[in-house]
């Protein structure tokens, strides 16, 4: 049992022993930090293309209207992804960026003590701390060696108390992406009470072959995640959504803060939703990328898992710099890519796509270091 507070210092246990999420480094400190006048960011898997013209254009527009309480449960917004994928608008939550739906999900679908989750081993920084935070015991099922889905094992931690089991496909920091078939398997497998969370943060790299989106009507305990923070190149303004079971949306609502998607936000979000050219080039800059940045670095001997992504994770060739000294000689030379140890992966590398430009020159210093 815990001790009562003693002191105005306290704070629950769970806080006490938080470990913080570890975002990747940023431009203004690398920069910083070795006298850089020019550093390339290829480390949070952001948009290459940056922000849809049309975009720019609406938040030009609206900005005189920040100083206004954006609408209550943004309907314009709702109805807008309603009607772009093709569902019931009771169906759709929108939240501040993926975190807050993800943050909501434990709250709302688990009993602290009581309740468990289930997710694979590494995942997203934010699954295992949001649950600790929630008080919800979260299992984890270590991924097959060569980071595919293994759903037996999955579905071996999973008992009459798990409430959430959460997939992310394509699966970050792998880029390996399940098949629609295995996720429906899963999702028919759970028990009656247990709700199959899909993260798709990256699913436009993918096809929308990987996605449960067109089968939601035959499986009634699944809910999906997505974000504008990836194909749609808004990552700076926080915007994510879920299409999910309509009861679990209503309550979703309900505990929702009643602001939380602010006023500009939700105006950039419409507009990228209607620029299909921007999303149609984006994609197709991210395809034609990783195919260069994969076959660039197993030119010179490094593995690189097969990504359906807009990222790719590898490791150095034995005989060698290793991961951490190509990091590192990396940022001195003004290129951030993410180092995995915070995913307990101290022996990988993970480097999101960029511009034609960008990925060129990323392969040409790795080259150089590399002596390959």
């Known amino acids: 049992m815990n001790l009562p507070f003693t002191s105005f210092n306290d704070v629950r246990p769970e806080v006490a022993s938080f470990e913080s999420y570890e975002p990747g480094l940023s431009i203004a400190e690398i920069a910083g930090r070795y006298g850089l006048s020019r550093v390339i960011k290829m480390a949070s898997n952001e948009n290459p293309l940056g922000v849809s013209p049309r975009v720019r254009e609406v938040l030009e527009k609206n900005i005189g209207q920040a100083f206004r309480y954006p609408q209550s449960g943004n309907p314009r917004l709702v109805k807008a992804l309603a009607a772009f994928y093709g569902v019931d608008a009771g169906r759709v939550f929108v939240g501040n960026g993926s975190d807050e739906i993800i943050d909501l999900l434990f709250r709302v679908r688990a009993i602290p003590g009581v309740h468990n989750a289930v997710a694979f081993r590494p995942c997203f920084g934010l699954y295992p701390t949001q649950a600790k935070m929630a008080g919800v015991e979260l299992r984890q099922a270590p991924l097959k060696p060569d980071f595919s889905f293994d759903f037996p094992g999955l579905l071996k931690l999973v008992d009459e108390n798990t409430t959430l089991v959460i997939v992310t496909s394509p699966d970050n920091p792998s880029g390996r992406a399940a098949s629609a078939d295995e996720l429906a398997a899963l999702a028919k497998a759970l028990p009656p009470a247990c709700l199959l969370v899909v993260d798709e943060a990256y699913i436009e790299f993918a096809g929308p072959e990987h996605s449960l989106l067109p089968r939601l009507g035959e499986l009634p305990n699944v809910a999906l995640m997505r974000t504008f923070s990836k194909v749609y190149g808004l990552a700076g303004m926080r915007i994510g959504y879920a299409i999910l079971p309509p009861a679990i949306a209503d309550y979703m609502w309900r505990v929702r803060l009643p ?72 940022l001195r030379r003004g290129i951030i890519i993410r180092a995995l140890g915070g995913y307990h992966l101290p022996d990988w590398l993970r480097v999101s796509v960029g511009t034609d430009e960008e990925n060129e020159l990323f392969l040409r210093h790795v080259r150089e270091i590399l002596g390959a």
């Not at 507009?271 to 670095?297: C, H, K, M, N, P």
């Not at 030119?299 to 992504?309: I, K, Q, R």
């Not at 807009?310 to 060739?317: A, E």
Request: aromatic fraction near 6%.
């Open 259 to 330: 602001f939380s998607l602010n006023i500009l936000a939700e105006e950039a979000a419409l507009a990228a939703l209607e620029d299909a050219g921007f999303r149609e080039d984006t994609i197709a800059l991210v395809q034609r990328g990783r195919r260069a940045l994969t076959d660039g670095l197993r030119s010179m001997g490094c593995e690189v898992l097969p990504s359906m992504s807009n990222f790719l994770m590898f490791r150095t060739p034995e005989g060698t710099a290793d991961v951490k000294t190509l990091h590192g000689e990396l």
